[in-house]
Every structure is written in C-alpha cells, then in structure tokens.
C-alpha cells in the first residue's frame, strides 16, 4: 500500500508555475470563421513500418512521474520527471534509461532536501544527457533553474544555475546548432530565456517585461528561434527572435488562449497545439512569420476539461498531438488521448493511452511515438508511477 502523498500541493505548485508569462508582442490575428471541419481520412501514402510497442511503470510507493523522454542512439530510451519515492528527500529529479523493449536499465536522482523537478531531457553528442529542471537545492537563494550535464550512465559531470535571488523555472530547452543550450522560463513572474554554451556558462539571458507565458522554444536555420505560448489574459502567440534573444516579429490570436507547443516543418511554416478557456483543442498552422492558414478545432469525448501540450510531426507529413483530459478542473486527470492529424489538419485517428497525464511526445525509428507522463496502474491516487508509452504508427500497443 503506497502512503498518500500531497498531491493537491503538487496541483496547486503546478498550476502556480504555468501561470508564468511571456511577451509575444502586440500584433492580434484573431482569426474570422477559420473552423475546419475534420474528417476520419486514412492519408498515408507509404507503408509504415511494424513497430515495436510496450506500457512499462517505473517509480516507488510514492508519487512519480515523468515529464519528457525520447529515443536514444542505442534504440533505448530516457526519462526525465519527479519522484517522492526515491532520492535525498522530498521531490527528486529522477533520470531512467530503458532498453529497446522500456525495460528499466538504470536510474539516477539528484537533489537534496527540497524539491527538485526534471523538466527536460536530451541526450548530447558524447552520449550522456542534459537534463533542465528547477531546485532549491545546492545553495541557491531562491528556486532557479537548474541545467545539469550526465555522462552515459547518469553520473553527474557539472551542473549550473539561473535565477539568482529571483523565484525561476524552465519550459523548454534546446541543444543548439553550436552544441551550447537554450533554455526558456520565468524569472520573477517575467518570462526568461538563457543561453549557455556546451559546458553551461552563460554567453547571454533575456528578462522579457510584458506579461506572458513561453512554453515552446524551436530554433530556426538562422540561428534564431520561435517560440509560443500566451498571456496572462489568455490570447496565445507566436513569435521569433534572433540568436541574441531580440524580438523580429510576433503576433497575438485571441480566440486561441494557450498555445503549449510549435514544430516548424521544413518549408518554413509552423504547427502549433494548444487549448483555450472554451474548453477545446486545436492544431493551428501559420507560414514562416506567423500569418494565420488554417485552424482545426476539437473536442475530446468524455473531457470536462482538457489541454493538448504535446506535439510532434511524423515523417508522412502528419502531426501527433496528446491531450490530457479531467473530469473537471479541479479533479484529477482521467486518460491521455493521442490524436493523428495529416497534412491538412483533418483527423486520420484518435485513441486512448494508458496514461492518465502527460505533456510531451516524440517519434521513434520505427515510425512509432513515445510519450510519458503519470500512470495510475495501481489505482491508487494521489501516488502514482512513471508512465512510459511506445504505440505504432497507428496509436496502438500490442496486447
């Protein structure tokens, strides 16, 4: 029997640090009757291939659970999340290396006697990890922002700190076209972007003065980057700066609320996911500046209440996006939904995960996708375990 821990604390802290904003500019492209209607239309044109597929756990008797992973070079996999389970006390970040198959290999925590949150995670180009979090550990005045560097096997090799004496914490982070790191945040309630170089000395770091919230940062072939999110009032956007973190352009789209994650596809355009106070998801696409093209607008079945934070673009030319749905607002979270959407934002496919949260997702070599979050296998909320989920092409696990 796992002992209950506060997990309404965890909801409020959670719901506390997203309320951070970031300034996207004054530009509003609301847009007028831009609803698309979707259609279920199998749109593949080559054959996928047959992919492997699992649902594995990871954690304690306590709460756990993961906020990013991907496919390493060795076809395994590593998550980065949380655990009360384990560690020096309190929250932990806590690293896992999987195999092939998402059987456990290896895990690592880091932290000290205050909590520590594993946001990020990346494997670098010497075949260890870069891992972004926040902590109030290892002497800091307040909570920073912490960018911590692993070797293969999870040991630590340096760790550096932002924020100062001012409340900070990460969103996204970026292993950057000159092997540094991008990081984006909120530093005393402004948003905050810091640019390191590969060994975590910072080269420069922005405090933005407007009021709005960046969740999702991509780097562009200038060396510059896009990032999306929305304010505190709840009008999405997207914008891009230069590879000194100086504004070129942004636009505002207030019907739209929160956007929480942008790909950019190779002709310059880009894709962006989020949802708005309504109550509904979308899949938005914009040319390179951010002009509006389409939307597609949609409801999951059975979602009091909804978010759609994780995006990702398949190599069919079709985008994958997760949705984590409530029974309401101030309930726990109830499944994880994936939704396939092709080229021209109309829906190919919708199913169910074995999570009950989470906020990112990847593809994988074989054409399949990854996600991880919260899993509740054991029935035991508030606790809970690491959810590792691989599917098919087509959003499925094997039996």
């Given at each position: 029997?796992?002992?209950?821990?506060?997990?309404?604390?965890f909801?409020?802290?959670?719901?506390?640090?997203?309320?951070?904003?970031?300034?996207?500019?004054?530009?509003?492209?609301?847009?007028?009757?831009?609803?698309?209607?979707?259609?279920?239309?199998?749109?593949?044109t080559n054959?996928?291939?047959?992919?492997?597929?699992?649902?594995?756990?990871?954690?304690?008797e306590?709460?756990?659970?993961?906020?990013?992973?991907?496919q390493t070079?060795?076809?395994?996999?590593i998550?980065?999340?949380?655990?009360?389970?384990?560690?020096?006390?309190?929250?932990?970040?806590?690293?896992?290396?999987?195999?092939?198959?998402?059987?456990?290999?290896w895990?690592?925590?880091?932290?000290?006697?205050?909590?520590?949150?594993?946001?990020?995670?990346?494997?670098?180009?010497?075949?260890?990890?870069?891992?972004?979090?926040?902590?109030?550990?290892?002497?800091?005045?307040?909570?920073?922002?912490?960018?911590?560097?692993?070797?293969?096997?999870?040991?630590?090799?340096?760790?550096?700190?932002?924020?100062?004496?001012d409340?900070?914490?990460?969103?996204?982070?970026?292993?950057t076209?000159d092997?540094?790191?991008?990081?984006?945040?909120?530093?005393?309630?402004?948003?905050?972007l810091?640019?390191?170089?590969?060994?975590?000395?910072?080269?420069?770091?922005?405090?933005?003065?407007?009021?709005?919230r960046?969740?999702?940062?991509?780097?562009?072939?200038?060396?510059?980057?896009?990032?999306?999110?929305?304010s505190?009032?709840?009008t999405?956007?997207?914008?891009?700066?230069?590879?000194?973190g100086?504004?070129?352009?942004?636009?505002?789209?207030?019907?739209?609320?929160?956007?929480?994650s942008?790909?950019?596809?190779?002709?310059?355009?880009?894709?962006?996911t989020?949802s708005?106070t309504?109550?509904w998801?979308?899949?938005?696409?914009?040319?390179?500046?951010?002009?509006?093209?389409w939307?597609?607008?949609?409801?999951?079945?059975g979602?009091?209440?909804?978010?759609?934070?994780?995006?990702?673009?398949?190599?069919f030319?079709?985008?994958?996006v997760?949705?984590?749905?409530?029974?309401?607002a101030?309930?726990y979270?109830?499944?994880?939904?994936?939704?396939?959407?092709?080229?021209?934002?109309?829906?190919?496919?919708?199913?169910?995960?074995?999570?009950?949260?989470?906020?990112?997702?990847?593809?994988?070599?074989?054409?399949?996708?990854?996600?991880?979050?919260?899993?509740?296998?054991?029935?035991?909320?508030p606790?809970?375990?690491?959810g590792?989920?691989?599917?098919?092409?087509?959003g499925?696990?094997?039996?």
């Amino acid at each position: 029997m796992k002992r209950m821990v506060n997990a309404t604390l965890f909801i409020c802290i959670s719901l506390v640090l997203i309320s951070f904003v970031f300034s996207c500019g004054d530009d509003d492209d609301s847009m007028a009757n831009p609803t698309m209607t979707p259609t279920v239309t199998p749109t593949v044109t080559n054959t996928p291939q047959e992919a492997t597929t699992f649902f594995k756990t990871f954690g304690g008797e306590n709460y756990d659970y993961g906020f990013c992973s991907e496919q390493t070079s060795d076809g395994g996999y590593i998550v980065v999340g949380e655990t009360y389970s384990y560690g020096a006390g309190s929250l932990d970040i806590y690293l896992i290396k999987a195999d092939e198959f998402g059987n456990e290999i290896w895990s690592r925590t880091y932290g000290g006697d205050r909590a520590d949150h594993g946001s990020q995670v990346h494997q670098t180009n010497d075949g260890g990890y870069i891992i972004s979090g926040y902590t109030g550990n290892f002497g800091v005045p307040d909570v920073n922002i912490v960018l911590l560097k692993t070797d293969s096997m999870g040991n630590e090799q340096w760790k550096s700190f932002f924020g100062g004496s001012d409340f900070t914490v990460d969103y996204s982070l970026l292993i950057t076209s000159d092997n540094g790191y991008i990081i984006a945040g909120a530093r005393a309630n402004k948003p905050y972007l810091v640019k390191t170089d590969q060994t975590g000395l910072l080269e420069w770091e922005k405090i933005y003065a407007d009021y709005r919230r960046c969740y999702s940062i991509q780097q562009l072939p200038s060396g510059g980057y896009i990032l999306a999110g929305g304010s505190h009032y709840y009008t999405a956007c997207l914008y891009e700066v230069d590879r000194a973190g100086e504004i070129v352009w942004s636009h505002d789209y207030s019907d739209l609320g929160q956007i929480y994650s942008v790909v950019r596809q190779n002709d310059g355009s880009l894709v962006a996911t989020g949802s708005s106070t309504d109550n509904w998801s979308y899949l938005i696409k914009t040319d390179s500046t951010g002009i509006f093209e389409w939307k597609t607008i949609f409801n999951e079945e059975g979602c009091g209440y909804q978010r759609s934070e994780g995006l990702v673009s398949d190599s069919f030319g079709g985008f994958v996006v997760i949705t984590t749905c409530w029974y309401s607002a101030d309930s726990y979270p109830r499944t994880v939904i994936m939704t396939r959407f092709n080229a021209a934002g109309e829906i190919d496919w919708s199913t169910d995960t074995e999570l009950i949260a989470g906020k990112s997702i990847v593809t994988t070599a074989d054409d399949g996708y990854l996600t991880c979050g919260w899993a509740n296998e054991n029935d035991d909320l508030p606790d809970g375990d690491i959810g590792l989920f691989k599917t098919d092409f087509y959003g499925q696990v094997a039996n």
